[in-house]
């Protein structure tokens, strides 16, 4: 069976600090991979989507990156954080970018002060 | 940009209430999809709908797609504690992208 796995669970980081949010899937090879951002109370934004290793297609304009740098490992990245970076970080995978349901880790929660 | 709205927002509900939440595309979409957050936890699939008109049941759990492939709704039937959380839609756009919608936030008293 596939699982997905993100870590950490929480992080407390100050503003202007850098992050990297890691996600990885096992039981599956060249899943498609997501990158989302939930504000608190709010709908979910898809930040990033891989279709494949080093393949990375940005939904939104931001101070985030996203890398693919092994087939089921999908990693988040800033160089700053801002304050309006707070929020619940989800990765997801499906099995296919057009017709499958996506499968959502745990999460990060994280808070920028 | 496509938008998927969810309404209502939040509901309250005593237990063993019905309860209904709608999705509304902008555009028609090729598939939708509806997921369950519970409080402080990830979205979970609940099911997918493809054709126009289409209704599912899981168990006390109703799901419809429209007509005209742009809204679709969820009704569950005679609530439980159990079902307590975040409610999404999340409809599939032309460019094969998945849009979720605003979400409706399910509460119910005991």
């Known amino acids: 069976s596939q699982t997905i796995h993100q870590w950490p669970a929480t992080l407390v980081q100050p503003v202007g600090s850098p992050l990297s949010l890691e996600c990885t899937v096992e039981g599956t090879s060249n899943p498609n991979l997501y990158w989302y951002r939930q504000a608190a109370g709010r709908g979910l934004q898809l930040l990033f989507y891989?279709?494949?290793?080093?393949?990375i297609s940005s939904e939104v304009p931001q101070n985030l990156s996203a890398s693919r740098p092994q087939d089921r490992q999908f990693i988040l990245s800033s160089k700053k954080l801002l304050l309006s970076d707070s929020g619940f970080y989800l990765c997801?995978?499906?099995?296919?970018?057009?017709?499958?349901?996506?499968?959502f880790g745990p999460g990060t929660r994280l808070t920028v002060t | 940009g496509q938008q998927v709205m969810q309404i209502p927002q939040y509901q309250h509900v005593q237990e063993g209430e019905d309860f209904t939440t709608y999705c509304n595309s902008s555009t028609t979409l090729s598939n939708i999809q509806w997921y369950k957050q519970r409080p402080g936890g990830h979205p979970v699939f609940l099911i997918q709908?493809?054709?126009?008109?289409e209704v599912k049941k899981q168990k006390r759990l109703t799901f419809q797609f429209g007509e005209a492939k742009k809204n679709s709704s969820l009704h569950i039937t005679a609530t439980q504690t159990t079902d307590v959380g975040t409610y999404f839609c999340a409809g599939r756009d032309n460019t094969d992208k998945l849009i979720f919608g605003t979400g409706t936030r399910l509460q119910v008293f005991p």
């Open positions: 891989s279709v494949g290793i080093g393949q």
């Open positions: 997801a995978w499906s099995w296919d970018f057009s017709s499958y349901e996506q499968y």
């Open positions: 709908l493809v054709k126009s008109g």
